[in-house]
């Protein structure tokens, strides 16, 4: 049950924000007549108890942006290789910037650590790779990126229209103004990047203050970033990937098959995969490969590579995390 003081601080942040936003973007269109966002309003109305009129004032003051669709039917450029893809985020400046935000949030990151069991390297470089360590969390108004995507944007309307239901839930729940926070073209949000969704499963109040806040408060952002691992499979003190020596006769066909790890170590061995290194058998993981300047590598991904995946459904974008972390551990001259 929701106290009557966060309500009205909900409420009394809304309207001011509102007041401020009709002077800024009178000149473009807002939802209110929309038909979607009317059907919206009554749900929100019948289904979480929000008030009519303040409903209906709040989509007409969420902005359609045609910028937000154009960028997410932008088609999608060719999938970089990997040698190309790394040099995005393996760079000098990413790995000093690990190092630096290492440094200004260790307590934080060695509480994380040993609560979730995710190593402080894992999570400081998501952070890297998502918003450059809070550096570009992203300039649209997240009611404007959730509600141009809901009402105007047919293919994925359910998923976004479900996000917009989280992120008001989450700002009536967290006492914040629903016009004022900020993120990604797609309404990701803070030092992770989390979708509404995923704040109201994942985001921890780490830092005990009484609200969780991926945008300003580092702490949280870091247990959650943590929580979110943990909860979808981390598994402490195991490795992530390991080198595979492939045989001339091995099966090709089940490379880059499968984000999730339907074999296990022992059966990639039988199929063709070595390991280059000592792993259990009985590990699950896939084998995928990477292009290099020299050719195709192969590698086995274990249960924690595909945990970075369900963050990001990329191979590239875990082996990314995967050797950043590593780089940045190295720059620090090791975790203490």
């Not at 880059?256 to 339907?262: A, M, V």
């Not at 590598?297 to 945990?307: A, C, D, H, R, V």
Request: glycine share 8%; hydrophobic share 40%; with cysteine.
């Amino acid at each position: 049950m929701k106290t009557g003081a966060v309500v009205l601080k909900w409420t009394s942040g809304l309207l001011v924000g509102m007041g401020l936003a009709l002077a800024a973007c009178a000149q473009e269109p807002g939802h209110g007549d929309n038909a979607d966002a009317q059907k919206f309003v009554e749900y929100m109305v019948q289904e979480h108890q929000f008030d009519r009129n303040e409903m209906q004032e709040l989509m007409r003051n969420a902005k359609r942006k045609d910028s937000i669709l154009k960028a997410i039917k932008r088609p999608a450029e060719k999938a970089k290789p990997w040698y190309q893809y790394k040099k995005l985020f393996l760079t000098p400046q990413s790995i000093a910037g690990g190092v630096d935000f290492w440094d200004k949030n260790a307590e934080a990151l060695a509480e994380a650590e040993k609560k979730y069991g995710v190593p402080a390297e894992v999570i400081v470089a998501i952070i890297g790779v998502e918003t450059r360590y809070g550096g570009n969390m992203g300039g649209y108004r997240v009611l404007d990126a959730l509600s141009t995507l809901a009402f105007n944007y047919p293919r994925r309307s359910e998923f976004f229209t479900k996000e917009l239901e989280n992120y008001l839930l989450l700002t009536r729940d967290q006492g914040m103004d629903p016009l004022a926070l900020k993120g990604s073209y797609a309404g990701a949000m803070g030092y992770g990047q989390f979708m509404p969704s995923s704040y109201r499963a994942y985001a921890v109040d780490f830092s005990e203050d009484g609200k969780v806040d991926i945008w300003t408060n580092t702490t949280d952002a870091i247990g959650s970033v943590a929580n979110y691992l943990a909860r979808h499979g981390w598994k402490p003190g195991e490795p992530t990937t390991v080198l595979a020596n492939p045989r001339p006769n091995a099966d090709m066909t089940i490379v880059n098959d499968t984000l999730q790890p339907e074999w296990t170590v022992g059966e990639l061995a039988e199929k063709g995969f070595n390991a280059t290194s000592q792993v259990a058998p009985e590990m699950p993981a896939i084998v995928f490969s990477l292009q290099t300047e020299q050719g195709k590598q192969y590698w086995l991904g274990l249960n924690n590579f595909s945990t970075i995946t369900t963050y990001n459904r990329s191979r590239l974008y875990a082996m990314a995390v995967n050797e950043l972390a590593q780089e940045i551990v190295k720059a620090r001259g090791g975790k203490s």
